[in-house]
């Protein structure tokens, strides 16, 4: 079984996302930063890669959708969702 760093490679992920900077979508560091200590982070950030999402994060996007991505297992979005949240977590600059 691929690593889940490599599961997002083939999903795509790494075409519209960094870890550490701005691409299409916010930097997963943000990512880690805004959900930091939050209870229910995994099921949020599960349901938007599974079902897209939308204006979470337009200030920095200018309002670009993330896709939904029916392809991928419940088990593999989780772990997709839980390795976001293990990333350093950084604040997005002030805007
Ligand atoms: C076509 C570009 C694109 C692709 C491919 C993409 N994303 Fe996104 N992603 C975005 C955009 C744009 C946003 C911001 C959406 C918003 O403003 O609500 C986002 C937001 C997110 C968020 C934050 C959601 C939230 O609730 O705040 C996570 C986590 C995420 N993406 C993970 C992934 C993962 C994992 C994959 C691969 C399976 C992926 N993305 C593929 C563009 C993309």
């Known amino acids: 079984m691929a690593g889940v760093r490599a599961q997002m490679q083939a999903a795509g992920c790494f075409a519209c ?8 979508g916010p ?12 209870e229910n982070a ?4 599960s349901k938007a890669i599974k079902d897209g999402s939308s204006g979470k994060w337009s200030q920095y996007t200018g309002g670009v959708a993330m896709p939904a991505h029916p392809q991928l297992s ?4 989780k772990a997709m969702a839980q ?7 950084v604040p997005p ?3």
């Open 74 to 77: 419940d088990a593999q979005i």
């Open 42 to 45: 995994v099921a949020i950030l």
């Open 27 to 38: 930097a997963y560091g943000w990512v880690a930063y805004r959900y930091r200590g939050k």
């Open 17 to 24: 996302h960094a870890v550490d900077q701005k691409l299409v």
């Open 83 to 89: 390795w976001v949240l293990r990333r350093k977590p």
């Open 93 to 95: 600059p002030a805007g």
